[in-house]
Each structure stands twice: as structure tokens, then as C-alpha cells.
């Protein structure tokens, strides 16, 4: 069973940074697309970032030059580095994986396994 655990998240000011994680300890993701997804309060679940299990990345415009999604297959392990933060990036991110997932656009219908997200609250 495929269990996927983001962390990293919390309260950051406008302009600042923060890394977020999601493991899968001692399950194999070298074939899955991971993504990033993220649902700010009274909005629906958006795209944010994705990463075929080759290294190709695919970023929303919203968030392109400031945020890196990166993978480490050895750790069963993808990240994303968030800088610039802006009080609209503010919401709960998920994390998902799927075969075959990242497949040129962030489209949750790619993700069969998702993870219980981690808050981000950009403010000052």
C-alpha cells in the first residue's frame, strides 16, 4: 500500500521560502508521476507542479520561476522548493502519485494515491 507523507509546511511571510516533502518510505516511486496540488479555504484543489519518473517538469504559470519540484528516487522522496511566497500561495498542499502521471499538464485524474497535505499560510 502506497502511503504518501508531506511535510514541511507552516507560517511564512511574504517573500520568504519554504521546502516541502512527501516520502513514501519503502515503496518504490521510480515509475510514477508525482505532483503537487494545493486547495486554499473555500477554493477547489488546483494544480501546482508536476514530475514525470523521468525528470520532466511541469509547473503552473502562477507559480513558474518561483517554485522547484525536484525527486530523489532513492529516498522515495519528491520536493518543492517555494520561494518568493506570496499571500495568494497560502492553502493546504497535497502530494500524489501515479503511473504514467505528469503527462504534459498538473491534471489530478493522472494521481491514484494522494497524501493528507501539509498547510502553508503565507502572512505577515
Known amino acids: 500500500q502506497l502511503h504518501l507523507v508531506e511535510s514541511g509546511g507552516g507560517l511564512v511571510q511574504p517573500g520568504g521560502s519554504l521546502r516541502l516533502s512527501c516520502a513514501a518510505p519503502?515503496?518504490?516511486?521510480?515509475?510514477?508521476?508525482l505532483g503537487w496540488f494545493r486547495q486554499a479555504a473555500g477554493k477547489e484543489r488546483e494544480g501546482v507542479s508536476c514530475?514525470?519518473?523521468?525528470?520532466?517538469?511541469v509547473y503552473v504559470d502562477s507559480v513558474k520561476g518561483r517554485f522547484t519540484i525536484s525527486r530523489d528516487n532513492a529516498k522515495d522522496t519528491v520536493y518543492l522548493q517555494m520561494n518568493a511566497l506570496k499571500p495568494e500561495d497560502t492553502g493546504v498542499y497535497y502530494c500524489?502519485?501515479?503511473?504514467?502521471?505528469?503527462?504534459?499538464?498538473?491534471?489530478?485524474?493522472?494521481?491514484?494515491?494522494w497524501g493528507k497535505g501539509t498547510l502553508v499560510t503565507v502572512s505577515s
Open positions: 500524489a502519485a501515479g503511473i504514467g502521471g505528469c503527462d504534459g499538464a498538473v491534471s489530478a485524474p493522472e494521481y491514484n494515491h
Open positions: 519503502g515503496y518504490g516511486l521510480d515509475y510514477h508521476g
Open positions: 514530475i514525470t519518473s523521468g525528470g520532466t517538469t
